[in-house]
């Protein structure tokens, strides 16, 4: 019974994640969050008067920033110009990811209909992004060529197709696509579809534009996760151990 569940029960849980299964912090966070949820709900629905697990001890998870980058501004524009070279598909889909910032499942939606619309001189892209938020994307001129070549003669549907099939596109191509069109330009990071998002916050940082203005591009909800993206591009380049090396060179 729910009601019967105590929090010593729940942190043996955690134990058996962690010495048991060898779980790494990321993967026994993700499982006691997913228990912690539902006992708040359970809590908040009346099926139980106090969630055991309020006050269930979490690993700590670290994140190397330094990681948390894509292409730098030469790969991702070799990357565009090979799916150009490839087919229009495969240019339409990395100019959504890397050109505006989409995440996959956003690009695969994209429906024909969706950017025939202008607004204030702008031909714009509409869409529901992530948690059924309505966003409105301006199309610079590059990418709304690539857009128009995908769509060809169609007026409406689906603007991802597949090559071969001719079936909408899903994340599963959509990935297939990303790391053949990597190999074929020659670029040996694993890239998965994400990382030309991330590809993408790194470029609009790396261009100028102001921190608040990448949080509304990206459509971030809270500006600490854009952050990171600001303070990883320079980990390298302004790391202490530069400042060091130059300071001890006369002496050493």
């Known amino acids: ?37 539902f006992y708040s709900f359970a809590e908040i629905d009346g099926y139980i008067q106090k969630s055991p697990a309020t006050h269930l001890r979490m690993p700590r998870v670290y994140r190397d920033e330094s990681r948390t980058l894509g292409l730098d501004r030469m790969e991702l524009g070799n990357l565009i110009q090979t799916a150009r070279a490839s087919h229009v598909m495969d240019a339409a889909l990395v100019t959504l990811m890397g050109m505006l910032g989409l995440r996959v499942s956003e690009a695969c939606s994209v429906k024909i209909e969706d950017y025939q619309q202008v607004e204030r001189g702008h031909r714009v892209l ?39 099939s001719g079936e909408p596109m899903n994340r599963k191509a959509a990935a297939l ?20 998002r991330h590809s993408y916050v790194t470029a609009c940082l790396d261009a100028g534009v102001p921190l608040r203005d990448v949080q509304v591009a990206a459509r971030h909800s809270d500006p600490r996760i854009t952050a990171r993206y600001d303070r990883a591009r320079h980990n390298h380049d302004r790391h202490a151990n530069h400042t060091v090396a130059a300071f001890l060179a006369g002496a050493a």
């Open 126 to 164: 509409r869409m529901i992004g992530k948690g059924g938020k309505p966003a409105t994307i301006p199309l610079p001129v590059p990418v709304l060529r690539a857009l128009d070549a995908a769509a060809g003669d169609r007026m409406a549907g689906p603007l991802l197709l597949r090559r071969r």
């Open 177 to 196: 696509a990303v790391a053949r069109l990597c190999k074929k330009a020659g670029i040996a990071k694993k890239i998965s579809p994400h990382s030309l």
């Open 1 to 37: 019974m729910l009601e019967d569940m105590r929090r010593p029960v729940l942190e043996l849980f955690a134990r058996y994640l962690e010495e048991e299964r060898g779980n790494s912090p990321v993967t026994i966070a993700h499982h006691l969050s997913i228990v912690r949820g």
